[in-house]
């Protein structure tokens, strides 16, 4: 990635800023201790107080060239600024501890901060005006859970582009940065939905998003890449959010990257209709799984279904085993998959577009297969979403199978009075 260009030079850097300062320092010392044996040309109160100035230098030099190159929060992980700057960079003699602090918004429509959520980790660099190929610092960090990084960086001081990124969002830049003391910069929102890192949101993108859907963290197949919205669960807000920024690439402009508006949602049931069917053991019936959003625009809805498979089978229209269900309405199907042993129907689908409305958006086919008073088709999980991933779930509608024995008709036989 265009971010991570410099890091095989890392090492090199390190090395020649470690050995750089540490005969710099040793120098300093020697020259130190050396004057202390030549005769002083001022008063002796001055030549001690310049004795010491002297010391606390070199002991500074030679603090910066054991320590990682930053002073920073336990969150951070810095990488060490290079003795010798790209060109391009701001030079100055020797880079400077800085107390800096980072505002950043997340896209987090479910969950405000402060939340857990909001703890992801960020690259953090910083490139000369108008170079996005030239890094002249760069620091890994961890926000806390309201979006924010406070402690101490050491850098050059100067003027600056710098840019931000998580794993999974675009990369924010914030330009002509001028970073001369103590300063807050406001990096922006991020923009979720690049699981694979590659700096724009693409249809390897949903790909990531769709081969985990379903998991929750700890499964087998679960892909931290597409939890867009860090609830250790990969649904439909991850591919809501996905979805709100396709086709955008990185870096985006702080300016730009106006943060989400909150706006006033109206509740939407989902539901199994018709609620309550009677059947008889061998017939086959059809429930539908509806919408019902009114007014408000939806971008995908996603649901987990239990029944009971000691008397009803999830079977396909010709009446034959089924291992999926039968996808309906304007959203387009992103997950189908039936458990017959378990009893469990999971699916989702979403659009690009918006839809609002009552609409279908799955067709379930049974059969009955023994008799029963009454057995659920109930929901343990739904969500719908909006179109900027905020969760607009109203009331879940399940429905209720009776099932009885087949009727079986007797014939008697017919007596005939004579006459």
């Not at 606390?56 to 603090?63: D, E, N, Q």
């Not at 009552?358 to 999980?381: G, S």
Request: proline share 8%.
């Amino acid at each position: 990635m265009e971010h991570r260009h410099v890091r095989s030079r890392k090492s090199n850097a390190r090395s020649r800023m470690a050995d750089t300062l540490s005969r710099r320092g040793a120098a300093l010392f020697l020259s130190v201790f050396r004057k202390g044996s030549q005769p002083a040309p001022r008063p002796p109160d001055c030549t001690v107080a310049v004795w010491l100035r002297r010391l606390c230098v070199a002991v500074l030099i030679l603090l910066l060239a054991t320590t990682s190159g930053a002073v920073s929060g336990a969150s951070a992980q810095p990488h060490r600024p290079p003795m010798g700057p790209e060109a391009g960079c701001p030079t100055q003699t020797t880079p400077l501890p800085m107390p800096i602090t980072l505002n950043v918004t997340l896209q987090r429509p479910n969950a405000p901060p402060p939340h857990p959520s909001w703890a992801v980790p960020v690259h953090f660099a910083l490139y000369p005006p108008g170079d996005a190929n030239t890094i002249c610092h760069e620091w890994d960090l961890t926000l806390d859970e309201s979006g924010q990084w406070s402690g101490w960086l050491v850098l050059f001081t100067g003027l600056y582009d710098a840019r931000l990124k998580n794993p999974h969002t675009l990369r924010n830049v914030r330009r002509n940065v001028n970073i001369g003391g103590p300063m807050t910069i406001d990096m922006g929102e991020l923009h979720e939905g690049d699981a694979n890192d590659d700096n724009r949101v693409r249809i390897t993108d949903f790909a990531i998003l769709r081969s985990a859907y379903f998991t929750d963290e700890g499964d087998l197949g679960f892909d931290p890449r597409a939890d867009f919205d860090e609830d250790n669960r990969i649904r439909i807000t991850d591919f809501a959010l996905l979805r709100m920024n396709y086709f955008q690439d990185g870096d985006i402009e702080v300016s730009l990257a106006a943060q989400s508006i909150a706006h006033g949602m109206d509740a939407v049931d989902v539901c199994v209709e018709p609620p309550a069917v009677a059947t008889t053991i061998g017939e086959t019936f059809m429930v539908t799984v509806m919408v019902k959003a009114g007014a408000q625009d939806v971008v995908g809805a996603d649901f987990d279904l239990r029944f009971q498979p000691a008397f009803l089978q999830v079977v396909d229209a010709a009446g034959q085993p089924a291992t999926r269900v039968e996808a309906a309405g304007p959203l387009s199907e992103l997950f189908n998959r039936v458990d017959p042993a378990a009893g469990r129907i999971r699916y989702a689908a979403g659009t690009f577009d918006v839809v609002n409305g009552t609409f279908p958006l799955a067709i379930l086919r049974f059969k009955a297969l023994a008799a029963t008073q009454a057995t659920a088709l109930h929901f343990v999980y739904a969500d719908v979403v909006a179109p900027g991933g905020e969760s607009v779930l109203g009331e879940l509608g399940d429905g209720t199978v009776s099932i009885t024995q087949v009727l079986q008709r007797r014939y008697l036989p017919l007596l005939l009075r004579s006459g």
